[in-house]
């Protein structure tokens, strides 16, 4: 097959898949180092980089941010349900909602429910206030709602690009697989808030939306130097605020299936919720497990070749815990807008900005 061939439709070579499970491990890291472990030049890894993104299969680069780390900080997702609005309204609205600086997420449903929204907020009634402000323009048409809030949010990984749905590993998958089976990364818990400057909170907004912004870059829009960037960067990472640096992708562009299930529990405690979380990583079809607040459950994202896939993960679960198993609610994730862990809050950084130069005038 010639590299034209693969760069059309939904075909996805060993090379995309090596590359992309590879950007997902860190997507921060300059192209010489993935050309090494793909053994690849530069050049044409350049080339496929780009090529994913000009097809839609990749969308961005969002940087993972432990809110908990924070202290005040907390991710809320809100399902609503609509009617009498077309598909092309929904879109319409979405999009519009995707570009405020405070939402985080934004989801197209086909099942339970119609749309996702998130965003982070301080406390429920602040995250009540941006929810508000952001489905105003469409409350008329909102016949259901329901928030939730993420306690701890489980990611897998994208093992499916290197293993079949049963566990085994696809012909000429990397060795890098071997080497990061069993890891996964886990955001969220009790705040235990590590501190941290204005100049985080901005090189962290900015990252959020672009984890491969180059640090002078950071340096040029926050006015501080490459070197003093660095070392905000590298001491948020080793501290837990920065978990890592991931990929957004549109599994739709490369014939993929997104579910997104609900899943309700007759009782949960922190020994069966580490069983099951532990558990579940052995699918490589599951993406994330997000752990909530509001009810004795959580969410799981499936990414799924086929049906049977997602119905393999789904039944061994059912089997195993069915005895704690209240409901599970199945939503098909037809468009992604925008998922982020940390939003933008450009107008409160400004006004923070405005803040610290009128006191720092006030005291010269």
Request: include cysteine; proline fraction near 3%.
């Amino acid at each position: 097959m010639s590299e034209s061939q693969t760069m059309t439709g939904n075909i996805l070579d060993d090379l995309d898949r090596r590359l992309m499970y590879e950007m997902d491990l860190n997507s921060r890291q300059p192209l010489s180092k993935f050309s090494k472990r793909l053994h690849i030049s530069v050049q044409r890894l350049d080339y496929r980089l780009r090529s994913l993104e000009r097809r839609g299969v990749i969308l961005g680069y969002p940087t993972v941010v432990d809110l908990c780390k924070l202290g005040t900080h907390h991710y809320f997702i809100c399902c609503i349900r609509t009617y009498r609005m077309s598909g092309r309204e929904q879109d319409e609205r979405l999009r519009f909602i995707a570009k405020d600086d405070d939402c985080t997420l934004a989801y197209r449903f086909e099942g339970a429910w119609d749309a996702i929204v998130g965003t982070v907020a301080k406390d429920v009634f602040a995250a009540k206030v941006t929810f508000s402000r952001l489905l105003g323009p469409m409350a008329q048409r909102i016949r259901a709602k329901i928030i939730y809030t993420d306690m701890r949010i489980y990611n897998y990984g994208r093992r499916y690009m290197l293993e079949a749905g049963t566990g085994q590993r696809e012909a000429g998958a990397a060795d890098i697989f071997n080497e990061r089976k069993r890891q996964y990364k886990v955001t969220g818990g009790p705040s235990e808030a590590v501190p941290h400057s204005e100049l985080d909170l901005s090189i962290l907004r900015i990252l959020s939306a672009d984890a491969r912004t180059p640090s002078v870059k950071i340096a040029k829009s926050t006015g501080a130097s490459p070197e003093t960037v660095v070392h905000h960067i590298r001491r948020m990472e080793r501290d837990g605020i920065i978990e890592g640096y991931t990929t957004l992708l549109d599994p739709c562009k490369y014939g993929y299936q997104f579910n997104r299930i609900t899943v309700e529990l007759a009782s949960i405690d922190e020994t069966r919720l580490h069983e099951i979380t532990e558990y579940m990583k052995r699918f490589p079809n599951m993406f994330r497990l997000i752990e909530l607040f509001e009810i004795d459950g959580f969410m799981m994202d499936i990414v799924s070749n086929t049906y049977d896939e997602m119905e393999h993960v789904l039944s061994e679960f059912r089997d195993r815990y069915r005895e704690y198993i209240d409901g599970m609610d199945l939503n098909r994730i037809t468009k992604i807008y925008k998922a982020t862990y940390f939003p933008t809050f450009a107008k409160t950084a400004q006004q923070g900005r405005k803040r610290a130069g009128r006191q720092k005038g006030m005291l010269a």
